[in-house]
């Protein structure tokens, strides 16, 4: 958390839009047959023949999204695109192109960029994205990322919200919380540090949801398994506004309620140590805290059979009709009405 002032520092004046574009993409190189044209034009080439494309934008803006007295900007480029790529495994697609935008202020220098794009970099290698483009610009306001990702998927494969039916059942990968809980813990060791800036923070106990936090992964994973397993979801979204938000999400667009029961919501056990280190429920904070980018999705119940006991899926529930609402089950076996009380973009 304390940074050394004496690293070199290159002005952005000195190269100018172009030749920092250049400069920051050198190293990205094109690995999907589907890219004819990236970097280099006034626009890319991609070529999908007979798939379906899908596209999403997410844009972060610095004291909103991040705030960079914790986030390493490595870590925040690799986040910045696993925001993204998160949205096209929700739609049963493979991820293949990237661009990314930036607006940066006068404060941040040339080697600020190569640690972002650095981080970027290793996102693209580890899952197979070509970055084929984007535009930086300059802000008033800090730093701003704007990627977007396209993907490519089967007609026949594509899954929307929309899918859900009466007795599906409802299924979540990995666990959740924990980059709630991780945010939670650099908040308070940030205040720790203002008051004493020769403290170092000991993380290590936290290091799992910390984690969660700064470096997430989309779940590319699990749509290999899926289809490994030949399990297609009737429905998916993934987790990036909370639990509660993305079931509401299925269940608004399918016109069904649902059933979700407490005690199989999946939680690690150091987000459980946390919370009651902080006195914060644990269910609260898998429900509404957001950030984890897991996969929500339903199934049929005749594909009940592929999935169970499998160590990367929880079955936490499963859909009803629309009349009998949208619910918490309690550990105490009653019923409390499920409401979307994550993130918010446009909060007071």
Known sequence: MIKDKNQSRTDLNNLGEFALIAHLTKHFKITNTSTIKGIGDDAAVLSF????????????????????????????????????????????????????????????????????????????????????????????????????????VAKNDIVYRDGA?????????????????????????????????????????????????????ARKDIIKLLKDLNVKPTAMIDVSDGLSSEILHICTSSKVGCDVYENKIPLDPQVISTCEEFNIDSTTVALNGGEDYELLFTIAQEDFSKIKANPNLSIIGHITDASSGTHLVTRANTKIELKAQGWKNFSA
């Not at 190569?114 to 970027?120: N, P, R, S």
């Not at 800036?197 to 997430?216: A, F, G, S």
């Open 49 to 152: 023949k007979n798939k379906q494309i899908v596209v999403t934008t997410d844009l972060l803006v610095e004291g909103v999204h991040f705030d960079l007295s914790y986030v390493p900007l490595k870590h925040l480029g690799y986040k910045a695109v696993m925001v993204n790529l998160s949205d096209v495994y929700a739609m049963n697609a493979k991820a293949s192109q990237i661009t990314i935008s930036i607006a940066v202020s006068n404060r941040f220098p040339l080697e600020a960029l190569e640690e972002l794009y650095a981080g970027i970099e290793t996102a693209a290698s580890l899952y197979n994205i070509d970055v084929i483009g984007g535009d930086t610009t300059s802000s008033t306001t800090g730093l701003l990322i704007s990627i977007t990702a396209i993907g490519e």
């Open 165 to 217: 039916k009466p007795n599906d059942l409802l299924v979540v990968s990995g666990d959740l919380g924990g980059a709630y809980m991780g945010l939670q813990i650099l908040e308070r060791e940030k205040e720790v540090y203002k008051v004493n800036p020769n403290n170092q923070p000991d993380l290590e106990p936290y290091t799992y949801i910390v984690e969660r936090q700064l470096k997430p992964e």
